[in-house]
Protein backbone atom coordinates (compact mmCIF):
# COMPACT_ATOMS: atom_id res chain seq x y z
CA UNK A 1 0.00 0.00 0.00
CA UNK A 2 1.70 3.46 -1.09
CA UNK A 3 1.82 6.43 1.57
CA UNK A 4 1.17 9.65 -0.75
CA UNK A 5 1.37 13.21 0.94
CA UNK A 6 -1.48 15.77 -0.76
CA UNK A 7 -0.75 19.63 0.23
CA UNK A 8 -3.62 22.01 -0.06
CA UNK A 9 -3.91 25.65 0.75
CA UNK A 10 -7.60 24.75 -0.34
CA UNK A 11 -7.07 26.62 -3.88
CA UNK A 12 -8.20 25.60 -6.99
CA UNK A 13 -4.28 24.10 -8.01
CA UNK A 14 -4.45 22.19 -5.34
CA UNK A 15 -7.73 20.49 -5.64
CA UNK A 16 -6.61 19.92 -9.35
CA UNK A 17 -3.76 18.26 -7.70
CA UNK A 18 -5.09 16.43 -5.74
CA UNK A 19 -7.69 15.12 -8.17
CA UNK A 20 -4.76 14.26 -10.67
CA UNK A 21 -3.22 11.66 -7.85
CA UNK A 22 -6.69 10.62 -7.15
CA UNK A 23 -7.24 9.58 -10.70
CA UNK A 24 -3.19 8.75 -11.67
CA UNK A 25 -3.72 6.05 -8.52
CA UNK A 26 -7.36 4.57 -9.02
CA UNK A 27 -6.32 1.18 -9.27
CA UNK A 28 -3.97 1.29 -6.38
CA UNK A 29 -4.09 0.68 -2.66
CA UNK A 30 -3.30 4.21 -1.14
CA UNK A 31 -3.02 5.66 2.16
CA UNK A 32 -3.18 9.52 1.25
CA UNK A 33 -2.49 12.01 3.88
CA UNK A 34 -4.90 15.56 2.90
CA UNK A 35 -1.91 17.93 5.12
CA UNK A 36 -2.84 21.83 5.51
CA UNK A 37 -0.53 23.45 7.70
CA UNK A 38 -1.78 27.08 9.11
CA UNK A 39 0.11 30.22 10.46
CA UNK A 40 -1.97 31.61 13.07
CA UNK A 41 -3.27 35.60 12.16
CA UNK A 42 -0.40 36.87 15.14
CA UNK A 43 1.82 35.14 17.24
CA UNK A 44 1.37 34.18 20.72
CA UNK A 45 3.67 32.99 23.33
CA UNK A 46 1.59 29.57 23.74
CA UNK A 47 2.46 28.92 20.39
CA UNK A 48 6.07 29.19 21.32
CA UNK A 49 5.82 26.01 23.92
CA UNK A 50 3.82 24.07 21.61
CA UNK A 51 0.88 25.37 19.73
CA UNK A 52 -2.80 25.56 20.28
CA UNK A 53 -2.61 22.10 21.75
CA UNK A 54 -1.38 23.78 25.06
CA UNK A 55 -3.72 26.57 25.19
CA UNK A 56 -7.07 26.96 26.35
CA UNK A 57 -7.77 30.21 24.15
CA UNK A 58 -9.36 29.07 21.06
CA UNK A 59 -7.74 29.17 17.62
CA UNK A 60 -10.14 30.13 15.19
CA UNK A 61 -6.68 29.04 12.88
CA UNK A 62 -6.88 25.49 13.93
CA UNK A 63 -11.29 25.09 13.19
CA UNK A 64 -11.00 26.33 10.50
CA UNK A 65 -8.03 24.36 8.74
CA UNK A 66 -10.28 21.55 10.42
CA UNK A 67 -13.59 22.17 8.72
CA UNK A 68 -12.14 22.74 5.54
CA UNK A 69 -9.98 19.66 5.40
CA UNK A 70 -13.81 17.85 6.08
CA UNK A 71 -15.05 19.09 3.43
CA UNK A 72 -12.67 18.24 0.64
CA UNK A 73 -12.98 14.68 2.47
CA UNK A 74 -16.82 15.07 1.57
CA UNK A 75 -16.11 16.14 -1.99
CA UNK A 76 -13.46 13.06 -2.44
CA UNK A 77 -16.51 10.97 -1.42
CA UNK A 78 -18.77 12.68 -3.97
CA UNK A 79 -16.60 13.14 -7.08
CA UNK A 80 -13.78 10.41 -6.39
CA UNK A 81 -15.30 7.29 -4.72
CA UNK A 82 -12.65 4.45 -4.47
CA UNK A 83 -12.55 1.43 -1.76
CA UNK A 84 -8.70 1.60 -2.92
CA UNK A 85 -8.20 4.80 -0.95
CA UNK A 86 -8.17 5.41 2.41
CA UNK A 87 -7.38 8.75 3.77
CA UNK A 88 -6.02 10.72 6.82
CA UNK A 89 -6.24 14.37 7.44
CA UNK A 90 -3.40 16.64 8.67
CA UNK A 91 -3.85 20.18 10.32
CA UNK A 92 -0.39 21.47 11.81
CA UNK A 93 1.08 24.73 13.01
CA UNK A 94 4.06 24.76 10.85
CA UNK A 95 6.08 25.70 7.39
CA UNK A 96 4.37 23.62 4.80
CA UNK A 97 8.28 22.00 3.84
CA UNK A 98 9.08 21.21 7.48
CA UNK A 99 5.93 19.71 7.89
CA UNK A 100 6.12 17.87 4.66
CA UNK A 101 9.16 16.49 5.48
CA UNK A 102 8.60 15.85 9.55
CA UNK A 103 5.25 13.43 7.55
CA UNK A 104 7.28 11.90 5.38
CA UNK A 105 9.89 10.75 7.97
CA UNK A 106 6.96 9.59 10.46
CA UNK A 107 4.54 8.10 8.50
CA UNK A 108 7.35 6.32 5.41
CA UNK A 109 5.94 8.27 3.16
CA UNK A 110 6.50 7.14 -1.02
CA UNK A 111 5.35 10.41 -2.88
CA UNK A 112 4.43 13.82 -2.77
CA UNK A 113 2.01 14.85 -5.22
CA UNK A 114 1.58 18.82 -5.28
CA UNK A 115 0.34 21.66 -7.98
CA UNK A 116 2.90 24.17 -9.16
CA UNK A 117 0.85 27.19 -8.13
CA UNK A 118 -0.45 28.23 -4.79
CA UNK A 119 -3.19 30.36 -3.81
CA UNK A 120 -1.53 33.53 -5.11
CA UNK A 121 -1.96 31.84 -9.08
CA UNK A 122 1.01 34.10 -10.29
CA UNK A 123 1.26 32.77 -13.60
CA UNK A 124 5.09 34.34 -14.14
CA UNK A 125 6.13 32.28 -11.60
CA UNK A 126 7.33 28.52 -13.21
CA UNK A 127 7.16 27.06 -9.57
CA UNK A 128 6.03 28.43 -6.25
CA UNK A 129 7.97 28.90 -3.67
CA UNK A 130 6.81 25.89 -1.61
CA UNK A 131 7.00 23.46 -4.68
CA UNK A 132 10.72 24.73 -4.83
CA UNK A 133 11.79 24.46 -1.38
CA UNK A 134 10.14 20.45 -1.24
CA UNK A 135 11.94 19.39 -4.78
CA UNK A 136 15.13 20.74 -2.80
CA UNK A 137 14.90 18.96 0.34
CA UNK A 138 12.75 15.87 -0.04
CA UNK A 139 14.18 12.15 -0.44
CA UNK A 140 11.23 10.33 -1.86
CA UNK A 141 9.69 11.64 -5.47
CA UNK A 142 7.95 14.44 -5.68
CA UNK A 143 5.25 14.78 -8.74
CA UNK A 144 3.72 18.05 -9.83
CA UNK A 145 0.68 18.73 -11.23
CA UNK A 146 0.55 21.82 -13.40
CA UNK A 147 -2.20 24.32 -12.83
CA UNK A 148 -5.76 23.49 -14.74
CA UNK A 149 -4.21 20.32 -15.93
CA UNK A 150 -6.92 17.42 -16.40
CA UNK A 151 -5.80 13.82 -15.82
CA UNK A 152 -5.25 11.65 -18.87
CA UNK A 153 -4.59 8.30 -19.31
CA UNK A 154 -0.79 7.52 -18.23
CA UNK A 155 0.12 6.23 -21.87
CA UNK A 156 3.38 7.90 -22.46
CA UNK A 157 6.46 8.63 -19.80
CA UNK A 158 9.49 10.66 -21.09
CA UNK A 159 12.53 10.53 -19.47
CA UNK A 160 15.62 12.85 -20.25
CA UNK A 161 19.26 10.95 -19.18
CA UNK A 162 22.59 13.29 -20.02
CA UNK A 163 24.28 9.53 -19.53
CA UNK A 164 26.50 10.65 -16.97
CA UNK A 165 25.58 9.20 -13.69
CA UNK A 166 25.20 5.37 -13.51
CA UNK A 167 21.89 5.32 -11.52
CA UNK A 168 20.99 2.49 -8.75
CA UNK A 169 18.29 0.22 -9.53
CA UNK A 170 16.11 1.51 -6.34
CA UNK A 171 16.28 4.85 -7.58
CA UNK A 172 15.13 3.37 -11.08
CA UNK A 173 12.61 1.44 -10.04
CA UNK A 174 9.58 4.06 -9.34
CA UNK A 175 9.83 4.72 -12.63
CA UNK A 176 9.90 0.97 -13.24
CA UNK A 177 6.81 0.66 -11.13
CA UNK A 178 5.04 3.89 -13.04
CA UNK A 179 5.34 2.48 -15.98
CA UNK A 180 3.82 -1.45 -15.50
CA UNK A 181 0.73 0.50 -13.30
CA UNK A 182 0.06 2.45 -17.05
CA UNK A 183 0.90 0.15 -19.13
CA UNK A 184 2.83 3.12 -20.50
CA UNK A 185 6.05 3.51 -22.69
CA UNK A 186 9.15 4.35 -21.13
CA UNK A 187 10.94 6.88 -23.66
CA UNK A 188 14.69 7.30 -22.53
CA UNK A 189 15.81 10.45 -24.50
CA UNK A 190 19.37 11.84 -24.61
CA UNK A 191 20.07 14.93 -26.16
CA UNK A 192 23.58 14.42 -28.20
CA UNK A 193 26.04 17.24 -27.59
CA UNK A 194 29.04 15.65 -29.35
CA UNK A 195 29.10 13.16 -32.63
CA UNK A 196 29.00 10.08 -30.57
CA UNK A 197 28.81 9.13 -27.11
CA UNK A 198 31.83 9.20 -24.64
CA UNK A 199 33.07 5.44 -23.39
CA UNK A 200 31.48 6.38 -20.20
CA UNK A 201 28.28 7.47 -21.51
CA UNK A 202 27.97 4.39 -23.64
CA UNK A 203 28.55 2.29 -20.64
CA UNK A 204 26.29 4.19 -18.04
CA UNK A 205 23.00 3.68 -21.23
CA UNK A 206 24.07 -0.04 -21.00
CA UNK A 207 23.54 -0.34 -17.40
CA UNK A 208 20.41 1.95 -18.08
CA UNK A 209 19.09 -0.28 -20.34
CA UNK A 210 19.72 -3.36 -18.62
CA UNK A 211 17.76 -1.86 -15.10
CA UNK A 212 15.16 -0.95 -17.56
CA UNK A 213 14.97 -4.13 -19.48
CA UNK A 214 11.59 -5.18 -17.23
CA UNK A 215 9.19 -2.44 -19.37
CA UNK A 216 11.05 -2.14 -22.72
CA UNK A 217 12.21 1.36 -22.88
CA UNK A 218 12.58 3.25 -26.10
CA UNK A 219 16.06 5.20 -26.10
CA UNK A 220 16.10 8.38 -28.55
CA UNK A 221 18.72 10.57 -29.32
CA UNK A 222 18.45 13.93 -30.07
CA UNK A 223 20.92 16.33 -32.06
CA UNK A 224 20.96 19.79 -32.58
CA UNK A 225 18.99 20.73 -30.20
CA UNK A 226 20.21 21.98 -26.44
CA UNK A 227 18.37 20.00 -23.26
CA UNK A 228 15.09 22.60 -22.46
CA UNK A 229 14.20 23.13 -25.93
CA UNK A 230 14.32 19.12 -27.42
CA UNK A 231 12.34 17.92 -24.41
CA UNK A 232 9.82 21.13 -24.87
CA UNK A 233 10.01 19.72 -28.35
CA UNK A 234 10.18 15.89 -28.06
CA UNK A 235 6.71 16.55 -25.71
CA UNK A 236 5.20 19.37 -28.55
CA UNK A 237 5.19 16.31 -31.09
CA UNK A 238 4.28 13.14 -29.71
CA UNK A 239 2.08 14.36 -27.07
CA UNK A 240 3.98 12.87 -23.96
CA UNK A 241 1.49 12.44 -20.94
CA UNK A 242 4.43 12.12 -18.05
CA UNK A 243 7.66 13.91 -17.35
CA UNK A 244 10.65 12.27 -15.03
CA UNK A 245 13.74 14.59 -14.32
CA UNK A 246 16.44 13.59 -11.77
CA UNK A 247 17.29 15.84 -9.34
CA UNK A 248 21.23 15.52 -9.52
CA UNK A 249 23.62 18.49 -8.72
CA UNK A 250 24.64 20.80 -11.72
CA UNK A 251 21.95 19.51 -13.74
CA UNK A 252 19.75 21.86 -15.58
CA UNK A 253 16.76 21.35 -13.17
CA UNK A 254 19.05 22.05 -10.43
CA UNK A 255 19.87 25.53 -12.51
CA UNK A 256 15.79 26.15 -12.74
CA UNK A 257 15.51 25.75 -8.72
CA UNK A 258 18.11 28.52 -8.07
CA UNK A 259 16.92 31.06 -11.13
CA UNK A 260 13.40 30.63 -11.89
CA UNK A 261 13.71 31.02 -15.94
CA UNK A 262 10.65 31.88 -17.25
CA UNK A 263 11.30 30.97 -20.71
CA UNK A 264 11.01 27.41 -19.49
CA UNK A 265 7.58 28.23 -18.38
CA UNK A 266 5.85 26.95 -21.37
CA UNK A 267 7.54 23.48 -21.16
CA UNK A 268 7.18 22.57 -17.49
CA UNK A 269 3.48 23.79 -17.20
CA UNK A 270 2.50 21.48 -19.96
CA UNK A 271 2.34 18.26 -18.51
CA UNK A 272 2.85 16.72 -14.87
CA UNK A 273 6.54 16.20 -14.23
CA UNK A 274 8.06 13.60 -11.62
CA UNK A 275 11.24 14.85 -9.89
CA UNK A 276 13.06 11.94 -8.56
CA UNK A 277 16.11 12.01 -5.51
CA UNK A 278 19.55 11.17 -7.63
CA UNK A 279 21.82 10.02 -5.00
CA UNK A 280 24.33 8.31 -7.35
CA UNK A 281 27.38 9.31 -8.49
CA UNK A 282 28.36 10.78 -11.96
CA UNK A 283 31.05 8.59 -13.78
Known amino acids: MKKIVLPTDFSENAWNAISYALQFFKNEKCTLYILHVYTPAFYRIDYLIG ?3 FTAIPDSGVDDSVARLEKILKDIKRHHPNPNHRFKTVSA ?5 DEIMELCQSEGVDLIVMGTQGASGVKEIFLGTNSVQVIRKAKIPVL ?3 AYYDFEKIGSILFPSDYLTHYKKDELQFIIDLSLMHKATLIVMHVLEAKSLTPVQQKNKEYLQADLAAVKPQFKEMEG ?3 PNAVQEYIDLYQLDLLVMMNRSHTFLEKL ?13 KVPFLVLRDTAKMG
Do not use: E
Open 144 to 146: LVP
Open 225 to 227: HNM
Open 51 to 53: GPD
Open 257 to 269: LVKQNVDAIGLYT
Open 93 to 97: FNTLT
